[in-house]
């Protein structure tokens, strides 16, 4: 999903058929994959847990379908919502990190289905939402941003394949919320209007 793009661009190949192919797969992979794994391993004995799992195949599917319209084809600084392979991966890795010694020794008397069912929802509304977040940083060795970019992803990395139990839900659960925190933070240092927007002094009524 990260290549594909680039690789098409890079070779000059891409096509509207390969858009379409590629919101085709991404709305198997990332919407109904994780969630039949998460159905049939945590809720098949709910009674809502079907709805939610539609909830968030209905959500990604809008979420790509926003995508195509506003941001693909274009160079992005942030993505308007939550990305789709991000929740995909926040779903489709509970189950590895639910069989981790720390998971069972400090986690497992939680209600993971209520807890699943209330992740799923909420990142179904991320998905549909225009919270900011983050696209994965460019990389180089021309100044020190690229280069602390390039340790970064190069630490994420060694780290995926060491002990990729402990790292896939954490960090997506940790991106998920990132987004949702600095969006907030971000509200409360916003220029405040100079009026209510709410009151009506300045409007003409027509009473009639």
């Known amino acids: 999903d990260t290549f594909d793009g680039r690789v098409a661009r890079y070779t000059q190949t891409g096509s509207r058929f390969g858009e379409e192919m590629d919101s085709l797969v991404d709305a ?5 994959a994780p969630a039949l794994i998460i159905y049939h391993l945590f809720l098949t004995d709910g009674t809502w847990g079907w ?3 539609f909830f968030y195949e209905a959500a990604g599917v809008i979420r790509l379908a926003r995508f195509n319209d506003e941001q693909a ?12 392979p991000a929740s995909g991966i926040a779903l489709a890795t509970f189950y590895p990190f639910s069989q981790t010694d720390f998971f069972r020794t400090y986690l ?15 990142i179904a ?18 100044n020190w941003k690229l280069r602390m970019a390039f340790l970064y992803l ?15 839900f954490p960090m997506a659960v940790a991106y998920t919320a ?28 027509d009473e009639a």
Do not use: Q
Request: net charge negative; hydrophobic share 55%.
């Open 178 to 205: 990132y987004g949702v925190i600095k969006a907030i933070a971000l509200g409360f240092f916003e220029r405040l209007p100079d009026r209510d927007p709410l009151l009506d002094e300045d409007e003409d009524w």
């Open 108 to 122: 497992a008397e939680w209600r993971w289905p209520n807890i699943l069912i209330g992740l799923m929802l909420v």
């Open 28 to 32: 198997i992979s990332f919407g109904v």
């Open 154 to 168: 190069t630490a994420m990395a060694v780290t995926a394949i060491l002990v990729p139990s402990y790292f896939f």
């Open 73 to 84: 084809g274009h160079a992005k600084n942030v993505f308007h919502g939550l990305p789709s």
């Open 51 to 53: 709805v939610a799992c």
């Open 125 to 142: 509304f991320l998905m549909m939402s225009h919270v900011p977040y983050a696209v994965v940083p460019k990389v180089g060795f021309t």
